[in-house]
């Protein structure tokens, strides 16, 4: 059984261009980590909760990974709100996990 983790990305879809104004560091910060941890023998799904590209909700990243975009927005005003504004987005990925058939993950990680 492949060894997996699952990342949840709240304010950037690391396949977005590095040029973008809610781009940059965090972008590469999620991607490298994302090499990285294939390098290790990982895959790893990343939950991204924005993104700007128009593309398939699906999509790979690199040879052991994928990032799965979540439908439910994340405010920008996360910070007011709190930890209910992420209700919506536990929701989705946890459906989105129990879809998968339960696949279990070695480690659950969130970059915000």
């Known amino acids: 059984m492949a060894r997996r983790i699952l990342l949840v990305s709240l304010r950037i879809d690391p396949l977005d261009p590095v040029e973008g104004p809610d781009a940059g560091s965090l972008a590469v910060l999620v991607h490298d980590t994302v090499r990285g941890l ?12 924005r993104s700007a590209v128009n593309g398939s909700p699906v999509a790979s990243l690199g040879h052991m990974g994928r990032v799965v ?23 989705e ?20």
């Open 38 to 49: 294939q390098e290790q023998g990982f895959g790893v799904d990343v939950l991204p909760t």
């Open 69 to 91: 975009r979540l439908r439910t927005p994340l405010h920008a005003n996360l910070d007011d709100e709190g930890a209910s504004a992420l209700d919506p987005v536990v929701e």
């Open 93 to 112: 990925a946890a459906a989105w996990v129990r879809d998968q058939g339960g696949r279990r993950y070695q480690l659950v990680h969130t970059f915000g």
